[in-house]
């Protein structure tokens, strides 16, 4: 009924940009937060940006000044422009939305893409 669906993921050089983009369809009454996870190997996920409908936002520490999220209500999009990539920010992301469907408008479910991979080299 619902699909989140990632894509700009890639390999980069330490230093470089990316820009990820997320697109939510189906039959979606309305979207809250939005936001990006990333979890690299052996570790557990973390909160890498988040932003509500009202496009408040909120980081992690170490991607402060380097990250920007934003979204496009109209197209039921979020992105995630990275800039000054280092290598530890190789992981998989994880888009994340908060979404009432048509089916159920009264109830929020957390629904995940995919994921995309980015990869930064040194």
């Known amino acids: 009924q619902v699909q989140v669906v990632e894509s700009g993921g890639g390999l980069v050089q330490a230093g470089g940009s990316l820009r990820l983009s997320c697109a939510a369809s189906?039959?979606?009454?309305?979207?809250?937060?939005m936001g990006w996870y990333r979890q690299a190997p052996g570790k557990q996920r973390e909160l890498v940006a988040q932003i509500t409908s009202g496009g408040s936002t909120n980081y992690a520490d170490s991607v402060k000044g380097r990250f920007t999220i934003s979204r496009d209500n109209a197209k039921n999009t979020v992105y995630l422009q990275m800039n000054s990539l280092k290598p530890e920010d190789t992981a998989v992301y994880y888009c994340?939305?908060?979404?009432?469907?048509?089916?159920?408008?009264?109830?929020?479910?957390?629904?995940w893409g995919q994921g995309t991979q980015v990869t930064v080299s040194s």
């Open positions: 189906g039959r979606i009454f309305s979207i809250n937060d």
């Open positions: 994340n939305a908060v979404i009432r469907t048509l089916r159920d408008p009264y109830y929020s479910t957390d629904y």
